[in-house]
Protein backbone atom coordinates (compact mmCIF):
# COMPACT_ATOMS: atom_id res chain seq x y z
CA UNK A 1 0.00 0.00 0.00
CA UNK A 2 1.29 3.80 -0.56
CA UNK A 3 1.92 5.75 2.68
CA UNK A 4 -1.02 7.94 2.53
CA UNK A 5 -3.09 4.69 2.61
CA UNK A 6 -1.25 3.59 5.71
CA UNK A 7 -1.49 6.96 7.32
CA UNK A 8 -5.19 7.43 6.71
CA UNK A 9 -5.64 3.53 7.97
CA UNK A 10 -3.27 4.46 10.95
CA UNK A 11 -5.26 7.39 11.94
CA UNK A 12 -8.84 5.26 11.79
CA UNK A 13 -7.37 2.31 13.28
CA UNK A 14 -5.93 5.47 16.60
CA UNK A 15 -8.91 7.33 16.56
CA UNK A 16 -11.02 4.24 16.76
CA UNK A 17 -8.76 2.79 20.17
CA UNK A 18 -9.47 6.35 21.17
CA UNK A 19 -13.03 6.68 20.92
CA UNK A 20 -13.57 3.56 22.31
CA UNK A 21 -11.18 3.63 25.24
CA UNK A 22 -11.86 7.37 25.73
CA UNK A 23 -10.30 10.66 24.35
CA UNK A 24 -7.39 10.94 26.96
CA UNK A 25 -4.82 10.72 23.97
CA UNK A 26 -5.70 14.24 22.91
CA UNK A 27 -4.82 17.55 24.49
CA UNK A 28 -7.75 19.29 22.38
CA UNK A 29 -9.93 17.09 19.50
CA UNK A 30 -6.76 16.92 17.70
CA UNK A 31 -3.25 17.60 18.74
CA UNK A 32 -0.11 18.04 16.98
CA UNK A 33 2.02 15.66 19.04
CA UNK A 34 -0.24 12.73 18.83
CA UNK A 35 -0.57 12.93 15.06
CA UNK A 36 2.87 12.83 14.39
CA UNK A 37 3.17 9.49 16.60
CA UNK A 38 0.51 7.90 14.37
CA UNK A 39 2.25 9.23 11.19
CA UNK A 40 5.52 7.63 12.65
CA UNK A 41 3.80 4.28 13.90
CA UNK A 42 1.97 4.18 10.85
CA UNK A 43 4.77 4.12 8.22
CA UNK A 44 7.43 2.66 10.76
CA UNK A 45 7.10 -0.67 9.39
CA UNK A 46 7.83 0.10 5.51
CA UNK A 47 11.41 1.62 7.28
CA UNK A 48 13.21 -2.21 6.13
CA UNK A 49 12.60 -0.38 2.98
CA UNK A 50 14.99 1.57 1.30
CA UNK A 51 12.67 3.61 -1.01
CA UNK A 52 9.67 3.94 1.62
CA UNK A 53 8.54 7.68 2.79
CA UNK A 54 10.16 7.32 6.19
CA UNK A 55 13.31 5.40 5.10
CA UNK A 56 14.13 8.46 2.89
CA UNK A 57 14.47 10.65 5.68
CA UNK A 58 17.73 9.24 6.81
CA UNK A 59 18.85 10.08 3.17
CA UNK A 60 21.48 13.45 3.19
CA UNK A 61 21.13 13.56 -0.28
CA UNK A 62 18.01 12.25 -3.22
CA UNK A 63 19.49 9.94 -5.64
CA UNK A 64 18.80 12.91 -8.36
CA UNK A 65 21.48 15.49 -6.37
CA UNK A 66 24.09 12.66 -6.19
CA UNK A 67 23.69 12.37 -9.66
CA UNK A 68 23.72 16.36 -10.61
CA UNK A 69 27.12 16.34 -7.70
CA UNK A 70 28.50 13.06 -9.78
CA UNK A 71 28.13 15.49 -13.57
CA UNK A 72 29.68 17.55 -12.14
CA UNK A 73 32.61 16.39 -10.40
CA UNK A 74 33.35 14.06 -13.91
CA UNK A 75 32.83 17.52 -16.08
CA UNK A 76 35.84 19.09 -13.74
CA UNK A 77 38.16 15.53 -14.23
CA UNK A 78 36.93 16.10 -18.00
CA UNK A 79 38.59 19.37 -18.08
CA UNK A 80 41.48 18.69 -16.20
CA UNK A 81 42.13 15.30 -18.45
CA UNK A 82 42.11 17.42 -21.20
CA UNK A 83 44.61 20.04 -20.34
CA UNK A 84 46.82 18.04 -18.53
CA UNK A 85 46.64 14.31 -20.26
CA UNK A 86 46.00 15.73 -23.66
CA UNK A 87 49.04 14.39 -24.93
CA UNK A 88 49.39 11.34 -22.94
CA UNK A 89 49.18 7.81 -23.82
CA UNK A 90 46.41 7.57 -21.07
CA UNK A 91 44.31 10.34 -22.43
CA UNK A 92 41.87 8.45 -24.80
CA UNK A 93 41.54 5.75 -21.78
CA UNK A 94 40.76 8.12 -18.95
CA UNK A 95 38.53 10.39 -21.28
CA UNK A 96 36.97 6.85 -22.09
CA UNK A 97 36.24 5.68 -18.48
CA UNK A 98 35.07 9.57 -17.72
CA UNK A 99 32.23 8.90 -20.75
CA UNK A 100 31.30 5.54 -19.14
CA UNK A 101 31.11 7.18 -15.76
CA UNK A 102 28.26 9.55 -17.22
CA UNK A 103 26.37 7.19 -18.84
CA UNK A 104 25.91 4.90 -15.61
CA UNK A 105 25.72 8.22 -13.31
CA UNK A 106 21.63 7.25 -12.81
CA UNK A 107 22.50 3.81 -11.64
CA UNK A 108 25.70 5.19 -9.61
CA UNK A 109 23.41 7.55 -7.94
CA UNK A 110 20.60 4.97 -6.91
CA UNK A 111 22.87 2.43 -5.46
CA UNK A 112 25.33 5.28 -3.59
CA UNK A 113 21.79 7.03 -2.29
CA UNK A 114 21.06 3.31 -0.46
CA UNK A 115 24.24 2.84 0.42
CA UNK A 116 24.45 6.38 2.00
CA UNK A 117 20.77 6.32 3.78
CA UNK A 118 22.03 2.56 4.87
CA UNK A 119 24.96 4.13 6.65
CA UNK A 120 23.14 7.01 8.24
CA UNK A 121 20.30 4.81 9.45
CA UNK A 122 22.97 2.59 11.00
CA UNK A 123 25.19 5.30 12.45
CA UNK A 124 21.12 6.66 14.18
CA UNK A 125 21.00 3.39 15.80
CA UNK A 126 24.40 2.88 16.74
CA UNK A 127 24.09 6.61 18.53
CA UNK A 128 21.15 5.07 20.01
CA UNK A 129 22.35 2.24 22.00
CA UNK A 130 25.57 3.88 22.68
CA UNK A 131 23.10 6.78 24.50
CA UNK A 132 22.00 4.40 26.22
CA UNK A 133 25.20 2.74 27.79
CA UNK A 134 26.71 5.66 28.23
CA UNK A 135 23.76 7.87 30.31
CA UNK A 136 22.15 4.85 31.34
CA UNK A 137 18.52 5.25 29.31
CA UNK A 138 17.08 1.63 28.51
CA UNK A 139 14.20 2.96 26.13
CA UNK A 140 17.60 4.20 23.57
CA UNK A 141 18.76 0.80 23.42
CA UNK A 142 15.45 -0.45 22.08
CA UNK A 143 15.04 2.25 19.33
CA UNK A 144 18.72 1.99 18.36
CA UNK A 145 18.25 -1.95 17.96
CA UNK A 146 15.00 -1.70 16.01
CA UNK A 147 17.00 0.94 13.45
CA UNK A 148 19.36 -1.88 13.18
CA UNK A 149 17.12 -4.98 13.08
CA UNK A 150 15.54 -2.84 10.12
CA UNK A 151 18.80 -2.68 8.13
CA UNK A 152 19.02 -6.32 7.60
CA UNK A 153 15.29 -7.47 7.89
CA UNK A 154 13.46 -8.90 4.25
CA UNK A 155 11.00 -5.93 3.19
CA UNK A 156 7.56 -7.39 5.26
CA UNK A 157 9.46 -9.45 7.25
CA UNK A 158 10.38 -8.57 10.87
CA UNK A 159 8.71 -4.99 10.31
CA UNK A 160 4.85 -6.83 9.50
CA UNK A 161 5.25 -9.50 11.97
CA UNK A 162 2.94 -9.99 15.04
CA UNK A 163 6.43 -9.97 16.90
CA UNK A 164 7.22 -6.36 15.76
CA UNK A 165 4.28 -5.35 16.89
CA UNK A 166 4.72 -6.42 20.27
CA UNK A 167 8.26 -4.93 20.58
CA UNK A 168 7.00 -1.53 18.82
CA UNK A 169 4.11 -1.57 22.11
CA UNK A 170 6.97 -2.47 24.62
CA UNK A 171 9.45 0.16 23.75
CA UNK A 172 7.22 3.16 23.65
CA UNK A 173 5.80 1.97 26.67
CA UNK A 174 9.34 1.75 28.42
CA UNK A 175 9.42 5.40 27.09
CA UNK A 176 6.35 6.35 28.89
CA UNK A 177 7.31 4.57 32.29
CA UNK A 178 10.86 5.83 32.38
CA UNK A 179 10.38 9.16 31.33
CA UNK A 180 7.37 9.93 32.69
CA UNK A 181 5.75 10.80 29.43
CA UNK A 182 1.94 9.75 28.45
CA UNK A 183 1.19 6.77 27.22
CA UNK A 184 1.34 6.35 23.86
CA UNK A 185 2.54 2.86 23.84
CA UNK A 186 -1.57 1.08 22.91
CA UNK A 187 -2.38 4.09 20.16
CA UNK A 188 1.10 3.48 18.80
CA UNK A 189 0.77 -0.77 18.92
CA UNK A 190 -2.49 -0.51 17.09
CA UNK A 191 -1.34 2.18 14.58
CA UNK A 192 1.68 -0.34 13.33
CA UNK A 193 -0.75 -3.01 13.61
CA UNK A 194 -3.06 -1.39 11.30
CA UNK A 195 -0.31 -1.28 8.64
CA UNK A 196 0.77 -4.85 8.68
CA UNK A 197 -3.20 -6.08 7.89
CA UNK A 198 -3.40 -2.94 5.40
CA UNK A 199 -0.30 -4.96 3.97
CA UNK A 200 -2.04 -7.98 4.12
CA UNK A 201 -4.56 -6.86 1.47
CA UNK A 202 -1.31 -7.17 -0.93
CA UNK A 203 -0.73 -9.92 -3.18
CA UNK A 204 2.72 -9.91 -1.61
CA UNK A 205 1.74 -10.35 1.63
CA UNK A 206 3.35 -10.22 4.65
CA UNK A 207 5.59 -12.80 7.03
CA UNK A 208 3.35 -12.15 10.11
CA UNK A 209 4.11 -15.18 12.35
CA UNK A 210 8.06 -14.17 11.77
CA UNK A 211 10.57 -15.96 12.91
CA UNK A 212 8.74 -18.49 13.61
CA UNK A 213 7.28 -19.08 10.06
CA UNK A 214 8.94 -16.71 7.04
CA UNK A 215 5.17 -17.95 4.88
CA UNK A 216 4.14 -14.90 3.42
CA UNK A 217 0.56 -14.43 4.57
CA UNK A 218 -1.97 -12.59 2.86
CA UNK A 219 -6.28 -12.07 2.66
CA UNK A 220 -8.23 -13.69 0.56
CA UNK A 221 -8.98 -10.97 -1.63
CA UNK A 222 -5.79 -8.68 -2.59
CA UNK A 223 -5.37 -5.18 -3.99
CA UNK A 224 -3.14 -3.70 -6.32
CA UNK A 225 -0.81 -1.08 -4.54
CA UNK A 226 -2.13 2.33 -6.71
CA UNK A 227 -4.35 0.66 -7.58
CA UNK A 228 -8.00 2.12 -7.88
CA UNK A 229 -9.09 -0.12 -4.87
CA UNK A 230 -6.88 1.50 -3.18
CA UNK A 231 -7.74 5.13 -4.04
CA UNK A 232 -11.01 4.17 -3.01
CA UNK A 233 -9.76 2.60 0.55
CA UNK A 234 -7.90 5.89 1.02
CA UNK A 235 -11.04 8.47 0.42
CA UNK A 236 -13.31 6.02 2.72
CA UNK A 237 -10.83 6.13 5.42
CA UNK A 238 -10.49 10.13 5.19
CA UNK A 239 -13.79 10.22 5.70
CA UNK A 240 -13.91 7.84 8.65
CA UNK A 241 -11.02 9.85 10.23
CA UNK A 242 -13.22 13.33 9.51
CA UNK A 243 -16.17 11.41 11.88
CA UNK A 244 -13.97 10.02 14.13
CA UNK A 245 -12.91 13.50 14.87
CA UNK A 246 -15.58 14.52 15.33
CA UNK A 247 -16.41 12.52 17.89
CA UNK A 248 -13.58 13.13 20.08
Known amino acids: MLARTHIALGLIAALFTATFIGASYFESSFDAVTLLIIVVAALLPDL ?3 TSSLAGKFGIF ?5 QKIWLVVLMI ?3 LTTFYLKDTPVFYGVLFILILCGLFSKDFAKKSYHVLRNFVQGMVGIGFVAAAYYYRQPPLLGIGTVLLLLLFS ?3 GLSHSILFVIITYAIVRSISTFYGYKDYSLLFGVTVL ?3 VGD ?3 KAGVMLLYPFSQKRIKLPYTIKTGGKLENIIF ?3 CLGVFRLIKLL
Open 235 to 237: FLA
Open 194 to 196: SHV
Open 48 to 50: DMG
Open 200 to 202: MFT
Open 154 to 156: KHR
Open 62 to 66: KANHI
Open 77 to 79: LGI
